[in-house]
């Protein structure tokens, strides 16, 4: 009986958090991913595609890691889509849990919600990666 304070202590020092593993994901896609920019238009590649070309930019890296937290941890993450502060440019970072992403950088930045340009579930950026790769292979 005496021993189970130790046993406690020993359990409370595990951490189990989940941030930790989708971290972990968000660094591996920034490791295992090149990025390389789209020509003109926006191409979303699908996670697949991703993985076997190595390389991609932010919507493909984001799209690989929902997919990968979907896989691995049964868990649907979003596609945030951010506008830089007073320019055109997008970057696409991902949202679990209220914490964000992004695989580009492998970092977990600050998000100013005024910057959020659209949000799309997991389901929605894997169809659009389908349409568009099916779109490219119709071309
Ligand atoms: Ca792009
Ligand atoms: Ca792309």
């Known amino acids: 009986m005496k021993r189970w304070p130790i046993l406690l202590l020993i359990l409370a020092g595990c951490t189990l958090d989940p941030q930790d593993d989708y971290q972990w994901v968000n660094e591996w896609v920034h ?14 590649q699908s996670p697949n595609q991703t993985m076997a070309r190595g390389a991609g930019d932010c919507e493909d890296f984001a799209l690989l890691m929902l997919w990968r937290v ?12 951010l506008s830089k502060a007073g320019t055109e440019i997008l970057h696409a970072i991902v949202r679990i849990d209220g914490i ?5 950088t492998g970092r977990q930045p600050d998000v100013d919600p005024d910057d959020i340009v659209d ?21």
């Open 100 to 104: 964000y992403y992004d695989p580009t």
């Open 70 to 81: 979907w896989d691995v941890y049964g868990v649907r993450g979003e596609m945030v889509i």
């Open 119 to 139: 949000v799309w579930t997991y389901g929605q950026a894997r169809w659009y990666a389908v349409w568009m790769v099916e779109d490219v292979k119709h071309d």
């Open 31 to 44: 490791d295992t991913i090149e990025t390389v920019a789209d020509d003109e238009r926006n191409e979303f």
